[in-house]
């Protein structure tokens, strides 16, 4: 019975859940005038050693069971913070590719809807990774990340600098 209810639970809050990672978070009315003062820059080249498998295993190799299981947790909290911010950043590139797609240039209006598509899907893959980032913390070694969430996000970024040209001011960092 209990199952039956958290089940249903479930069921009703996902629309919900989907329908608030396809939006984002309410905006400054400037965002759409200069995004790039809103994005947060990111360290993608950090973020892929901290979800790269290989480094994960260099460490278990190289460190005390004890040790490795307490920086594998620091090393996913990291983690964590750096898929918020991406994905907070995601929120912002989907209503800026909101506006693009709007355009009466058939390329930017392309460019706009690839931008909301890709932005829509990158808020749903970092919502399923964080808690499995939080099982790892649990259970250090068991679960493990690729460098995917972050080759998305620098496509993403790269279609915003592509869209230049529609929001001149918009030059995010993406080191």
Known sequence: ????????????SLPLILLRLSKG????????????????SVDLQAFRN??????????????SANDFRQIQRERLRAA??????VRDNAGILVRVGEA??????PAIAAAGTKLVD?????????FVAVPKLYVGMLLPGRTSMSGSLADTYEEMTG???SLGQYYPASRPSTS
């Open 159 to 161: 279609r915003l600098v």
């Open 80 to 85: 964590v913070d750096y898929i918020s911010c």
């Open 1 to 12: 019975m209990t199952a039956s209810i958290i089940l249903v639970v479930i069921a009703l």
């Open 118 to 126: 890709d932005a829509i899907r990158f808020r749903m893959y970092a």
């Open 50 to 63: 901290l979800v790269d498998p290989a480094e994960e295993e260099f460490l278990r190799s190289h460190l």
């Open 25 to 40: 978070q309410k905006l400054a009315p400037d965002v759409l005038r200069n995004p790039s003062n809103y994005i947060h």
């Open 100 to 105: 693009a797609r709007k355009s009466t240039d």
